[in-house]
């Protein structure tokens, strides 16, 4: 299996940006696709964009469409998501997420079999 690692969260202003990485060890990296996702106090995680495992398909979520960019370097064994145009509701727990690339990508979190820990995001107003 893959274990994840997510890191480069922090506190920005709004209309900052940030990039999230998350760090991928175990098996093949390329053997899954990644998603992105998010989770508010009080509130259920909901999905902010996924890659396949090529990084030839992306999705977003309306929210970080035009905002957010996901990507991979599967050499580095490593996914990204960068964040401009941060907003105060972008604060939320970022996780990423993956599962085996023979999978369609995925907006569902029960569809994702590996996470990582989560990184906290803030964005100050």
């Known amino acids: 299996q893959v274990q994840l690692v997510e890191s480069g969260g922090g506190l920005v202003q709004a209309g900052g940006s940030l990039r999230l990485s998350c760090a991928a060890s175990g098996r093949t990296f390329s053997w899954y696709g990644m998603g992105w996702f998010r989770q508010a106090p009080g509130k259920e995680r909901e999905f902010v964009a996924a890659i396949s495992w090529s990084g030839a398909r992306t999705d977003y979520a309306d929210s970080a469409r035009n905002r957010f960019t996901i990507s991979r370097d599967n050499a580095k064994a490593t996914g990204y998501l960068q964040m401009n145009s941060l907003k105060p509701e972008d604060t939320a727990v970022y996780y990423c997420?993956?599962?085996?690339?023979?999978?369609?990508?995925?907006?569902?979190?029960?569809?994702?079999?590996?996470w990582g820990q989560g990184t906290q995001v803030t964005v100050s107003s």
């Open positions: 997420a993956a599962r085996a690339r023979e999978y369609s990508s995925s907006r569902y979190p029960s569809d994702y079999p590996y």
